[in-house]
């Protein structure tokens, strides 16, 4: 896909004609190719028409939004037994998280400990973290040293959908185990 530069790299996987007349070409771009939205030097060259004449080459100043996929980087029990209430799980992201995809009353993750779903036996809320880069669930009361002892385990929720500023949406996952 060397035919389509962003700021001198080729970041195209793939250039499709959207219309007989091959006039309009939709470009995908590899996943993470743009870092931050904002306009880049974008370069059109080599194109040739069904008879093998050569386009001029067409330089542009053109807008891209981001498409870098959001990423869990931890998962961490954080607090335990904070004045014998609650315990919290605070899992950390690779960038922001727009809060409205956590905050909405969905199901977006499941706490497993051992092979038990941890909301049968308690209640487990999300809610941003400290950071925009956090996400914090919270569980209505103490983890026993008999459950921190088995392993804890994050899982997709039913309604798992973290989404990042730009509306990436974080690849679903398997498991992750959520350290002590």
Do not use: C, W
Not at 41 to 66: C, P, W
Not at 147 to 168: H, I, M, R, S, W
């Amino acid at each position: 896909m060397g035919n389509f530069l962003i700021e001198g790299k080729a970041i195209a996987e793939k250039a499709v004609f959207l219309s007989e007349k091959r006039d309009v070409i939709k470009l995908t771009l590899a996943e993470g190719a743009i870092q931050t939205s904002g306009k880049y030097a974008f370069v059109i060259q080599n194109i040739k028409d069904v008879v093998g004449n050569v386009m001029d080459t067409v330089s542009l100043n053109e807008k891209f939004a981001e498409n870098d996929l959001p990423g869990l980087t931890s998962a961490v029990l954080t607090s335990n037994n904070v004045s014998g209430d609650y315990a919290i799980i605070t899992l950390t992201f690779d960038e922001s998280i727009a809060k409205y995809s956590i905050e909405d009353g969905y199901e977006d993750f499941k706490v497993l400990v051992g092979d038990k779903d941890l909301s049968k036996s308690a209640t487990v809320t999300e809610i941003m973290g400290s950071q925009s880069n956090q996400v914090q669930i919270t569980i209505d009361r103490v983890l026993t040293p008999a459950e921190t002892a088995q392993t804890l385990t994050l899982k997709p929720g039913a309604a798992f959908e973290v989404l990042d500023l730009e509306n990436n949406k974080h690849p679903l996952f398997t498991s992750v185990n959520i350290a002590k």
